[in-house]
């Protein structure tokens, strides 16, 4: 996208020098002569006092960081800037220009901002909107607005990206309009747009490395990376100080729970956005982060007092206000203490008017009091606290009077919200008209959104082709080796100074001299990387963005993990003589149950010996004999019918017996935050459930591995195994933990692995867990359902890894798609069992005959006796029984085992 080489090309300057006669242009250009040599020589006088482009006094530059690239940016000049007086408006300004150019309509249009995540075509289904066409193209040149925001469904790779906003800005262009602001929220970590870019560590572990400086270098590359696809605006730094450990949208979004943290390293931050040509916009004033709302669901209320927020959330907004902020996001947030008017909400009753429609915060305090005389915008209005309180009249009246400039419009995504953004924009030009929206208030924010624009040169831009020089630039630059081997230098230092979860393989110094001079065998498989990060930093969940599968990152490359548990081993001299596969094998890919045979790894040649095959989970004296210590390194999901757990009690068991050592290097178990479902009752126990406890035991493998033995649940009896476990160091059950390696084959992503345990009960009935795609214990159904209304998703199984031969092999399958139930809710939920309930209930009526719970076995065991423990959920499911009536028979069961466990425990509860 080329920048114009000077502005005597440009619309405003060719528009006003059309209107002069020619003596007077001649005069004038004679002075501008004069006065341009009077600065070009005052400049070379000061050469040498001018700043690095690193912006910060003593600080490193941050060219050994971002690469050379062939784009042009406005550099941000730290303080000195705040000293130059603004220019005194002529009628030479190209921003008065074209404010006199341009209508009521165009005005309102310009301080309109909306986003076109996807596009549902002739009523089908949406999809991303990657590239510009039809009714979306002609929206965007038609209405003219100021800018768009750009999300992850937006952005596949560069070159695409790259296209889009240059189609974005060339149709606005084409309609007559003003170029665009294009903005996008790539504020690092868990909200992060462009799934090939540099994902960042977050906020909260910048802070944990103790040094502003890598808040600055982290910044520098998102806003270098957006820069390279053509945007000018990132909605960040997050300045909220999480001071409720209850809030349910801030989180590690926010940089610390002390406002002076938050102030240096959103100040920092900020500085990096700068340096790199880019407009930060500091989220969410006047402070979101003392809420247990989410204003994307809720209406959020905090009580206190302006003089309290002075003390603590205003603190980072003001220090990033003097240092020369740009751009503020407001918040939909009331504060009744400090704005006393009330307005009526959509259900009729009298609420405080929220900081986005607030004059008394937005003009008062905020450019008052707080000095800010940059551009405002709003969060977004198709949130829940708006959308559903105001009526939309009354959000742009008090929105735009109360001193908001620019409004992020609801989303575009069918012919319903295309109209609705239309109406937006004619209900904003009425009231206009008819007075109820202060003329004076649009023109102060057109004008300084024209002058931002001014600033960063994008008035000056007529050519928004792209070039093969952008494209290789994008390609090189956004995600970079050297960008994230920055990213990972980051992470280690953040890692190291904070409290993140520390894995078992990862304490060497502990664990190690219990091996030395041993002979080893492993019990582990393609998890046991040492220190692979499952913890919530490596957490892809977010509610715009979904779920990175596992082993890949958000563009879906695969990710660098660090050594196995057997490499590190062998290279600290251990002698490893064996490895005990589990279910599924030694690299993850066998199917559920296959018989798998023994085998060499093929890197250390050592033996690795299959517990699914032949020795039917329990190992031979032969096995026994070659080692002295068994070291247990993989990650377990916390279930009982899933078989690690099954594994380790019979490894525990042969080791107690010829009196051999057991050290487990402890995980984090993902459904370790509660306990669920009935407790097992010895006759039912088989190869999906051996021990008496619930389907979900809330347990660690270690936990769980001191249970079997202080329970005397092994054949030798109490305390037999001389078993040690390396803790995780700062894990808790209520640590949300999110794993970055596959368990399993079909267990694919985050959603699976909560999904599973409501999911399993329909294995070997008449309903596929959707093995054989790419979304097993997800989706559900079979072809019986076909033709039936609530059952209208469909998938078809195939034969691939992991699922060669999967239910229905190459058939339809109609059913439920569960991925659209937000994680939060399933987490929430625990075992659901209206899945099942419900899929019964519908082949019951429609298919009287038809076995829905497959066949018992020898013994008359139905498999879903086997996964639930006993013969009560079907019997229970069979007479009419509620879901909530069969959950409430399992908690006397549960609350003797919460009792039961309390001693095994490592962590806390």
Same mark, same amino acid.
């Given at each position: 996208?080329?920048?114009?080489?000077?502005?005597?090309?440009?619309?405003?300057?060719?528009?006003?020098?059309?209107? +002069?006669?020619?003596?007077?242009?001649?005069?004038?250009?004679?002075?501008?002569?004069?006065?341009?040599?009077?600065?070009?020589?005052?400049?070379?006088?000061? @050469?040498?006092?001018?700043?690095?482009?690193?912006?910060?006094?003593?600080?490193?530059?941050?060219?050994?960081?971002?690469?050379?690239?062939?784009?042009?940016?406005?550099?941000?000049?730290?303080?000195?800037?705040?000293?130059?007086?603004?220019?005194?408006?002529?009628?030479?300004?190209?921003?008065?220009?074209?404010?006199?150019?341009?209508?009521?309509?165009?005005?309102?249009?310009?301080?309109?901002?909306?986003?076109?995540?996807?596009?549902?075509?002739?009523?089908?289904?949406?999809?991303?909107?990657?590239?510009?066409?039809?009714?979306?193209?002609?929206?965007?040149?038609?209405?003219?607005?100021?800018?768009?925001?750009?999300?992850?469904?937006?952005?596949?790779?560069?070159?695409?990206?790259?296209?889009?906003?240059?189609?974005?800005?060339?149709?606005?262009?084409?309609?007559?309009?003003?170029?665009?602001?294009?903005?996008?929220?790539?504020?690092?970590?868990?909200?992060?747009?462009?799934?090939?870019?540099?994902?960042?560590?977050?906020?909260?572990?910048?802070?944990?490395?103790?040094?502003?400086?890598?808040?600055?270098?982290?910044?520098?590359?998102?806003?270098?990376?957006?820069?390279?696809?053509?945007?000018?605006?990132?909605?960040?730094?997050?300045?909220?100080?999480?001071?409720?450990?209850?809030?349910?949208?801030?989180?590690?979004?926010?940089?610390?729970? /002390?406002?002076?943290?938050? @102030?240096?390293?959103?100040?920092?931050?900020?500085?990096?956005?700068?340096?790199?040509?880019?407009?930060?916009?500091?989220?969410?004033?006047?402070?979101?982060?003392?809420?247990?709302?989410?204003?994307?669901?809720?209406?959020?209320?905090?009580?206190?007092?302006?003089?309290?927020?002075?003390?603590?959330?205003?603190?980072?907004?003001?220090?990033?206000?003097?240092?020369?902020?740009?751009?503020?996001?407001?918040?939909?947030?009331?504060?009744?203490?400090?704005?006393?008017?009330?307005?009526?909400?959509?259900?009729?009753?009298?609420?405080?008017?929220?900081?986005?429609?607030?004059?008394?915060?937005?003009?008062?305090?905020?450019?008052?009091?707080?000095?800010?005389?940059?551009?405002?915008?709003? /969060?977004?209005?198709?949130?829940?606290?708006?959308?559903?309180?105001?009526?939309?009249?009354?959000?742009?009246?008090?929105?735009?009077?109360?001193?908001?400039?620019?409004?992020?419009?609801?989303?575009?995504?069918?012919?319903?919200?295309?109209?609705?953004?239309?109406?937006? +924009?004619?209900?904003?030009?009425? +009231?206009?008209?008819?007075?109820?929206?202060?003329?004076?208030?649009?023109?102060?924010?057109?004008?300084?959104?024209?002058?931002?624009?001014?600033?960063?040169?994008?008035?000056?831009?007529?050519?928004?082709?792209?070039?093969?020089?952008?494209? *290789?630039?994008?390609?090189?630059?956004?995600?970079?080796?050297?960008?994230?081997?920055?990213?990972?230098?980051?992470?280690?230092?953040?890692?190291?100074?904070?409290? @993140?979860?520390?894995?078992?393989?990862?304490?060497?110094?502990?664990?190690?001299?219990?091996?030395?001079?041993?002979?080893?065998?492993?019990?582990?498989?393609?998890?046991?990387?040492?220190? /692979?990060?499952?913890?919530?930093?490596?957490?892809?969940?977010?509610?715009?963005?979904?779920?990175?599968?596992?082993?890949?990152?958000?563009?879906?490359?695969?990710?660098?993990?660090?050594?196995?548990?057997?490499?590190?081993?062998?290279?600290?001299?251990?002698?490893?003589?064996?490895?005990?596969?589990?279910?599924?094998?030694?690299?993850?890919?066998?199917?559920?149950?296959?018989?798998?045979?023994?085998?060499? /790894?093929?890197?250390?040649?050592?033996?690795?010996?299959?517990?699914?095959?032949?020795?039917?989970?329990?190992?031979?004296?032969?096995?026994?004999?070659?080692?002295?210590?068994?070291?247990?390194?993989?990650?377990?999901?916390?279930?009982?019918?899933?078989?690690?757990?099954?594994?380790?009690?019979?490894?525990?068991?042969?080791?107690?017996?010829?009196?051999?050592?057991?050290?487990?290097?402890?995980?984090?178990?993902?459904?370790?935050?509660?306990?669920?479902?009935?407790?097992?009752?010895?006759?039912?126990?088989?190869?999906?459930?051996?021990?008496?406890?619930?389907?979900?035991?809330?347990?660690?493998?270690?936990?769980?591995?001191?249970?079997?033995?202080?329970?005397?649940?092994?054949?030798?009896? *109490?305390?037999?195994?001389?078993?040690?476990?390396?803790?995780?160091?700062?894990?808790?059950?209520?640590?949300?933990?999110?794993?970055?390696?596959?368990?399993?084959?079909?267990?694919?992503?985050?959603?699976?692995?909560?999904?599973?345990?409501?999911?399993?009960?329909?294995?070997?009935?008449?309903?596929?867990?959707?093995?054989?795609?790419?979304?097993?214990?997800?989706?559900?159904?079979?072809?019986?359902?076909?033709?039936?209304?609530?059952?209208?998703?469909?998938?078809?199984?195939?034969?691939?890894?992991?699922?060669?031969?999967?239910?229905?092999?190459?058939?339809?399958?109609?059913?439920?798609?569960?991925?659209?139930?937000?994680?939060?809710?399933?987490?929430?939920?625990?075992?659901?069992?209206?899945?099942?309930?419900?899929?019964?209930?519908?082949?019951?009526?429609?298919?009287?005959?038809?076995?829905?719970?497959?066949?018992?076995?020898?013994?008359?065991?139905?498999?879903?006796?086997?996964?639930?423990?006993?013969?009560?959920?079907?019997?229970?499911?069979?007479?009419?029984?509620?879901?909530?009536?069969?959950?409430?028979?399992?908690?006397?069961?549960?609350?003797?085992?919460?009792?039961?466990?309390?001693?095994? +425990?490592?962590?806390?509860?």
């Amino acid at each position: 996208m080329n920048p114009r080489p000077g502005r005597a090309g440009g619309r405003g300057w060719r528009l006003f020098t059309g209107r +002069l006669p020619g003596w007077l242009l001649l005069s004038v250009c004679f002075l501008l002569c004069v006065v341009l040599s009077a600065c070009a020589f005052g400049k070379t006088e000061k @050469a040498e006092e001018e700043t690095s482009i690193s912006g910060i006094s003593g600080a490193e530059p941050i060219e050994p960081i971002l690469e050379e690239t062939d784009t042009t940016v406005a550099l941000w000049t730290g303080e000195e800037e705040q000293e130059t007086k603004p220019a005194e408006i002529t009628e030479t300004d190209p921003v008065e220009v074209l404010m006199g150019e341009m209508t009521l309509r165009d005005k309102l249009a310009q301080m309109m901002v909306p986003s076109f995540r996807k596009w549902a075509p002739d009523g089908k289904q949406p999809v991303a909107v990657t590239e510009l066409e039809g009714e979306v193209r002609e929206l965007i040149a038609g209405a003219r607005f100021g800018g768009v925001v750009l999300f992850a469904e937006n952005c596949v790779d560069a070159e695409q990206t790259l296209r889009l906003v240059s189609s974005m800005q060339t149709a606005t262009l084409e309609g007559g309009g003003v170029p665009l602001f294009v903005c996008t929220d790539q504020e690092g970590g868990r909200v992060t747009r462009l799934s090939f870019g540099t994902t960042g560590v977050g906020n909260r572990m910048l802070a944990a490395t103790g040094d502003p400086e890598n808040a600055r270098l982290m910044a520098a590359i998102h806003g270098k990376e957006i820069g390279l696809l053509g945007m000018q605006v990132d909605l960040a730094p997050v300045l909220d100080v999480n001071n409720n450990p209850a809030n349910p949208v801030i989180g590690d979004r926010s940089f610390s729970d /002390d406002p002076q943290i938050v @102030a240096e390293y959103g100040l920092a931050y900020m500085e990096g956005l700068h340096q790199s040509g880019i407009i930060p916009t500091l989220k969410h004033f006047p402070g979101h982060g003392n809420t247990d709302t989410d204003s994307h669901t809720g209406l959020p209320v905090i009580n206190c007092t302006y003089e309290e927020l002075r003390k603590c959330e205003l603190i980072p907004f003001q220090a990033a206000i003097d240092a020369g902020a740009e751009m503020v996001m407001t918040a939909h947030i009331q504060f009744p203490e400090i704005e006393k008017e009330t307005c009526e909400s959509l259900s009729g009753e009298k609420i405080a008017v929220p900081a986005t429609m607030s004059r008394v915060i937005l003009t008062d305090i905020l450019r008052g009091d707080m000095g800010f005389s940059g551009v405002v915008m709003s /969060d977004a209005l198709d949130m829940a606290a708006v959308a559903k309180s105001f009526r939309q009249e009354d959000v742009l009246r008090m929105a735009i009077n109360a001193g908001v400039d620019l409004l992020l419009l609801p989303p575009v995504w069918d012919e319903d919200s295309l109209v609705q953004v239309q109406t937006l +924009l004619d209900t904003a030009v009425s +009231l206009a008209e008819s007075g109820e929206i202060e003329t004076a208030r649009i023109e102060e924010s057109v004008r300084r959104i024209l002058a931002l624009k001014q600033k960063y040169g994008l008035l000056e831009q007529t050519d928004f082709s792209v070039t093969q020089e952008q494209i *290789r630039a994008a390609q090189e630059g956004v995600g970079s080796d050297a960008h994230r081997e920055t990213e990972r230098q980051i992470a280690l230092k953040a890692q190291n100074e904070t409290d @993140a979860v520390i894995l078992g393989d990862e304490q060497t110094d502990t664990f190690l001299p219990l091996l030395k001079g041993k002979r080893v065998a492993l019990f582990t498989n393609q998890t046991g990387i040492v220190g /692979d990060r499952t913890d919530a930093e490596r957490d892809a969940i977010t509610s715009d963005d979904g779920l990175t599968p596992f082993g890949q990152d958000r563009s879906g490359r695969e990710i660098g993990y660090g050594p196995h548990i057997l490499d590190a081993l062998q290279e600290r001299g251990i002698s490893v003589e064996a490895v005990f596969s589990p279910e599924h094998g030694f690299r993850g890919t066998a199917d559920a149950g296959e018989q798998v045979g023994d085998s060499r /790894d093929g890197k250390t040649g050592v033996p690795v010996l299959s517990l699914i095959g032949p020795r039917n989970g329990h190992p031979t004296a032969e096995d026994m004999a070659r080692f002295d210590v068994l070291v247990v390194d993989l990650q377990d999901v916390g279930l009982r019918f899933y078989t690690h757990h099954i594994l380790l009690y019979y490894l525990m068991d042969a080791c107690a017996q010829s009196g051999k050592e057991v050290v487990v290097l402890d995980r984090p178990n993902p459904n370790g935050y509660y306990v669920d479902g009935p407790v097992l009752q010895k006759e039912y126990r088989s190869g999906v459930g051996q021990l008496p406890i619930p389907v979900v035991h809330g347990m660690t493998l270690g936990e769980l591995a001191r249970m079997i033995n202080g329970e005397g649940w092994l054949s030798s009896g *109490r305390e037999a195994c001389r078993l040690t476990v390396i803790p995780c160091r700062n894990y808790s059950h209520r640590t949300k933990t999110s794993l970055v390696l596959s368990p399993s084959p079909n267990l694919k992503d985050m959603r699976a692995v909560y999904l599973y345990a409501s999911t399993c009960f329909f294995e070997n009935t008449v309903i596929s867990v959707g093995r054989g795609t790419t979304s097993p214990f997800e989706v559900i159904g079979c072809p019986a359902l076909k033709g039936l209304s609530s059952y209208t998703f469909s998938f078809t199984p195939v034969s691939m890894e992991g699922a060669k031969n999967p239910p229905y092999i190459n058939e339809a399958c109609y059913g439920r798609d569960l991925r659209d139930i937000p994680l939060d809710s399933i987490r929430d939920a625990g075992i659901d069992l209206t899945y099942l309930i419900e899929a019964f209930t519908t082949v019951r009526d429609a298919y009287p005959n038809v076995e829905f719970f497959g066949k018992p076995d020898g013994s008359g065991r139905y498999y879903l006796d086997l996964l639930s423990g006993s013969d009560d959920l079907r019997r229970q499911i069979i007479a009419g029984k509620s879901a909530e009536e069969i959950k409430a028979s399992w908690q006397d069961g549960i609350a003797a085992f919460l009792t039961q466990r309390r001693p095994y +425990l490592l962590y806390e509860e």
